[in-house]
């Protein structure tokens, strides 16, 4: 039950888009289509951006979304906005019927 | 609205049991599998353990496993945790999660409770 591998640190201007990577393996990331995406502001309890690898919440803003590739996933975050300063984690299920998250991944607006 | 509220962390000495409760309202909360998550000072999320809709069928992270025990109450509509041997790596903010339907991802999150387990 390794932790989903993701960049410690990602940083973009205001209006730029950047890309976060979650990497697993085929026991989680690549067995299956259950990877989302959650943001956590400081203080408080993370928030559900992307399920199923690629759908949005509904109400949730279009500048979020969502791919994969193999055992990799990614968010990307377009039209950066200071509000989205905050930490990022990836889940996935697992073949063990158990959950993973990502080492998580904190974005930065410069 | 769904709400998802946590009780039962404190300050808890090595060795020691705590037992975590997460109330829920504003759902039908016996029709959905139901997380423990807990993310340690600083630190990332750590998924603990996921229970069925009906507490049939329980699944646990290795790190917890023959210590940590989840479980409900649906006519209650509470969720728990109970947690045995407590080590000081177990302090973290623990929360509850639903989880959507069986679509293996969490849609609503309680504001966490945090255990402190120090000597």
């Known amino acids: 039950q390794s932790a989903l591998t993701q960049p410690a640190s990602v940083s973009g201007s205001p209006g730029q888009s950047i890309t976060i990577s979650c990497t697993g393996t085929?026991?989680?990331?690549?067995?299956?289509?259950?990877v989302s995406w959650y943001q956590q502001h400081p203080g408080k309890a993370p928030k559900l951006l992307i399920y199923?690898?690629?759908n949005r919440p509904s109400g949730l803003s279009d500048r979020f979304s969502g791919s994969k590739s193999g055992n990799t996933a990614s968010l990307t975050i377009s039209g950066l906005q200071a509000e989205d300063e905050a930490d990022y984690y990836c889940s996935s299920y697992t073949s063990t019927s158990t959950r993973v998250f990502g080492t998580g991944t904190k974005v930065t607006v410069l | 609205q769904v709400l998802l509220v946590e009780s039962g962390g404190g300050v808890v000495q090595p060795g020691r049991s705590l037992r975590l409760s997460c109330v829920a309202s504003?759902?039908?909360?016996?029709?959905?599998?139901m997380h423990w998550v807990r993310q340690a000072p600083g630190k990332g999320l750590e998924w603990m353990a996921v229970?069925?809709?009906?507490?049939?069928?329980?699944y646990y992270a290795d790190s917890v496993k023959g210590r940590f025990t989840i479980s409900r109450d649906n006519s209650e509509n509470t969720l728990y945790l109970q947690m045995d041997s407590l080590r000081t790596e177990d302090t973290a903010v623990y929360y509850c999660?639903?989880?959507?339907?069986?679509?293996?991802?969490?849609?609503?999150w309680g504001q966490g409770s945090l255990v402190t387990v120090s000597s």
């Open positions: 085929s026991s989680d990331v690549g067995g299956y289509d259950y």
């Open positions: 999660a639903r989880e959507y339907y069986g679509r293996e991802y969490f849609d609503y």
């Open positions: 229970i069925s809709y009906d507490g049939s069928k329980k």
């Open positions: 504003g759902f039908t909360f016996s029709h959905y599998a």
């Open positions: 199923d690898v690629s």
